[in-house]
């Protein structure tokens, strides 16, 4: 399973109101998460089962879709979130991430 | 507290072989899948495989199936991932990541870099 994410990059301000697409080559109902990376650390997961806010994610993100067709939005932009967002399907092996979306300061 | 540690960087040549660890600790280490993810430098994830350290059952992604080989050792904690003979192009920073919480990917180790350079 292909994911595909829209847009590879993304320039933005704080406080604004950003939405990251994830497209599924076939459906994965909603075995779908979301992943934020810093410079040199790990990825965060920030979203799984499409929708569900991990624990001591703010409640800025969330997560909608299912099927073939996901979004990610942050709703007002904090300094603290520019970094890169990856989806990723558990629907089945091997679980394939999106290319990531690079967010940057505008 | 779930925790996976892994080792340290490593520098090797081309056509060495190499295996790097992944020790998880504050959980039931033979009861979550634990998986292994490249990242290539400048570039994205690549999911490479996953284990079951309860029964060794790994799976892998097509694209690393006979490029490396994921391992486990019940005894001590530990998941591995290795290989035979090295190539330049295996240069990058590997992730191991476990399956806890609802079996989504939660936790993940701090990252391992392999660099390969003649």
């Known amino acids: 399973i292909q994911l595909t994410q829209s847009p590879s990059s993304l320039s933005a301000s704080v406080g604004d109101r950003v939405t990251i697409t994830c497209r599924a080559s076939?459906?994965?109902?909603?075995?779908l998460a979301w992943y934020q990376q810093k410079p040199g650390k790990a990825p965060k997961l920030l979203i799984y089962a499409a929708s569900t806010l991990q624990s001591g994610v703010p409640s800025r993100f969330s997560g909608s879709g299912s099927g073939t067709d996901f979004t990610l939005t942050i709703s007002s932009l904090q300094p603290e979130d520019f970094a890169t967002y990856y989806c990723?399907?558990?629907?089945?092996?091997?679980?394939?991430f999106g290319q990531g979306t690079k967010l940057e300061i505008k | 507290e779930v925790q996976l540690v892994q080792s340290g960087a490593e520098v090797k040549k081309p056509g060495e072989s190499l295996k790097i660890s992944c020790k998880g600790s504050?959980?039931?280490?033979?009861?979550?899948?634990i998986g292994w993810v490249r990242q290539m430098p400048g570039k994205g994830l690549e999911w490479m495989g996953i284990i079951y350290p309860g029964d060794s059952d790994t799976r892998y992604s097509p694209s690393f199936q006979g490029q490396v080989t994921i391992s486990a050792d019940k005894s001590i904690s530990t998941a591995y991932l290795q290989w035979s003979s090295l190539k330049a192009s295996d240069t990058a920073m590997y992730y191991c990541a476990l399956r806890y919480s609802s079996s989504w990917y939660d936790y993940w180790g701090q990252g391992t870099l392999v660099t390969v350079s003649s």
């Open positions: 076939q459906g994965i109902s909603s075995y």
């Open positions: 504050g959980y039931s280490f033979t009861s979550y899948w």
């Open positions: 990723q399907q558990l629907n089945s092996y091997p679980h394939t």
